[in-house]
C-alpha cells in the first residue's frame, strides 16, 4: 500500500468514527488544523500541580509533609485504577489477574520504600510545632485508603478482630461497615468518644464507602479469587502475587506509618497524640488489627502470628535481637 492509498484508508476509518457524532469529518479536520501543540506541562497541568501546596505554617518541613501525603494520594488512585479493573473484568483470564496484582505490588514498593521521606527527611522539632495548626486533619481520613481495603475483600475481613468471630457475609453491609476496625482506632483515648476527626470523616465518606461496598459484593478481589476453578486457585504465580500484596497492603505499609510515629510522637517521656487524636498504638500495628485481606491462603499458624515479628521488631527490638544471636 503506497502513502496515498494509506491516507485514504486512514480517512475512511476517520469518517467512520466520527458518523455518529452529528458533524462531518471536515468539521473534525477542521479543529485539528487550528489546534495548538500539545506541551508537556499542559498535558499533566503541571503548574497547577506545582501550586497546591499549600502550607498552614512558615516551618519550611511541612511543604515536604504536604507532597509527600500528595504523592500517596496519587499511588492510592493508581492502585484503585487497577482494583477496579478486576472487579470489573468478566472473565476468569490467570493471567489478567496476575498482571494486574503484580502492578498494585509494584505500586505499593513504591510507596513502602519511599516511605523514608516520612521517617527522616523532616526536623522532628519542626514537625511537632507545625503539626498543631494541622487539627483535627489526620492521615486517618484518606478515603482512596479505605476504598481499597473495600475493593480487596468482603467487609466481614474488615471488621476488628474482637468481633469478626460475630460477623459473616450473612451481616447486611450497614451492620458490617459500623463494626470496622478502623473506627475503634479514631476514638478518644479518654472518654472512648468518637474523635472529631472520625466524625468529619463519616459525614464526608460514609455514603460514599458503603455504596461503594454494595457495588462490590461478592466481586472483591478475594471473590474473584474463590470464583476461579480449583486449579487457577491452585496456581503459584497468582498465590504468591496475592499474598505479597496481602503483606504490602497490611503489614509494610502500616509499619512504615509505625517507623514515623515512634520517630516523631514516642520518643518523650510522655507518648504524643497523633493529629486528630487517633491511638495511633493501638491503630497502626498488623498483630493488634490482623487485617488479612486473603485468608484462605494462609495457614491456622500464620494467621495467629500475623505481623507480630514486625512488631516486636519496633516494640521489642532486644527480644528480636537475642532470639536471632
Known sequence: MDEQDLIASQIEKLKEKYKDSGQDLNSYLDGLLYQRYLT??????LDTLLSIQVPRTYFPDEEIFIMYHQITELYFKLILHEQKQI???????????IEKIRRINSYYEALISSFSIMIKGME??????????LLPASGFQSAQYRMIEIYSTPLENLVHHTERALFDATNGIEELYEHIYWKKGATDLATGE?????????????????RISKQVESRTIYHKFLQLPKEKQDNKALIKALK????????????M?????????????QEIDATGGTNWKEYLPPSFQKVIFFPE???????N????????????PDKVKSKNE
Do not use: C
Open 40 to 45: 508537556y506541562w499542559d498535558y499533566i497541568h
Open 87 to 97: 472487579v470489573d473484568h468478566t472473565s476468569q483470564q490467570l493471567d489478567f489477574l
Open 124 to 133: 522532628r522539632e519542626q514537625f511537632l510545632q507545625y503539626r498543631m495548626a
Open 194 to 210: 468518637k474523635t472529631l476527626t472520625l466524625k468529619q470523616f463519616e459525614y464526608r465518606y460514609t455514603p460514599r464507602l458503603i
Open 244 to 255: 505479597t500484596l496481602d503483606v504490602n497492603a497490611n503489614v509494610n505499609w502500616p509499619l
Open 257 to 269: 506509618h509505625m517507623g514515623s510515629a515512634h520517630r516523631y510522637l514516642g520518643k518523650d517521656k
Open 297 to 303: 491462603l494462609y495457614s491456622k499458624e500464620e494467621l
Open 305 to 316: 502470628n500475623w505481623g507480630k515479628q514486625w512488631v516486636d521488631h519496633i516494640f521489642n
